[in-house]
């Protein structure tokens, strides 16, 4: 999975080692140490990004991303948005159980939609 910030050059990658950070576009690429293996990964915005391990736990950090997760909306991710509302990050998980929201930056989830 890759994610890329608003301003093009930082890139986030999930994969089997680990996240891994590029500042330069994916020109060149290292670890971020840390961090926890995460399965999904975005941009809340130009300074914050958003992770999901394997076992759906989510965690909201600034860049960079020593993200530690904490919260759990549900079981193993497919897919997570982010974005800035009213002073706090809305994260929306995709997951094996459905559709889970949070509106307070990953502290409690709602599910929208049950698979």
Same mark, same amino acid.
């Given at each position: 999975?890759?994610a890329?910030? =608003? $301003?093009?050059?930082? &890139? ?8 891994? *950070? %590029?500042?330069? @576009?994916?020109? %060149?690429?290292?670890? &971020?140490?840390?961090? =926890?293996?995460?399965?999904?990964? @975005?941009?809340? $915005? ?12 989510v965690?909201? @950090? /600034?860049?960079? /991303?020593?993200?530690? /997760?904490? *919260?759990? =909306? ?9 974005? =800035?509302?009213?002073?706090?990050? *809305?994260? @929306?998980?995709?997951? $094996? ?6 509106? $307070? %930056? ?7 939609l049950? %698979?």
């Amino acid at each position: 999975m890759l994610a890329a910030a =608003p $301003d093009g050059d930082t &890139v986030l990658a999930t994969t089997q080692q680990g996240l891994l *950070r %590029s500042t330069d @576009a994916g020109a %060149s690429w290292g670890p &971020v140490d840390g961090a =926890p293996l995460l399965q999904v990964v @975005a941009w809340a $915005d130009a300074a914050t990004s958003v992770g999901v391990d394997p076992a759906g736990t989510v965690g909201a @950090a /600034p860049t960079p /991303p020593d993200v530690a /997760p904490d *919260r759990r =909306p549900r079981r193993c991710p497919h897919a997570v948005a982010a974005a =800035p509302v009213d002073g706090a990050i *809305r994260v @929306a998980v995709v997951t $094996d159980a459905g559709l889970a929201e949070s509106a $307070d %930056s990953g502290e409690t989830f709602t599910t929208l939609l049950a %698979s």
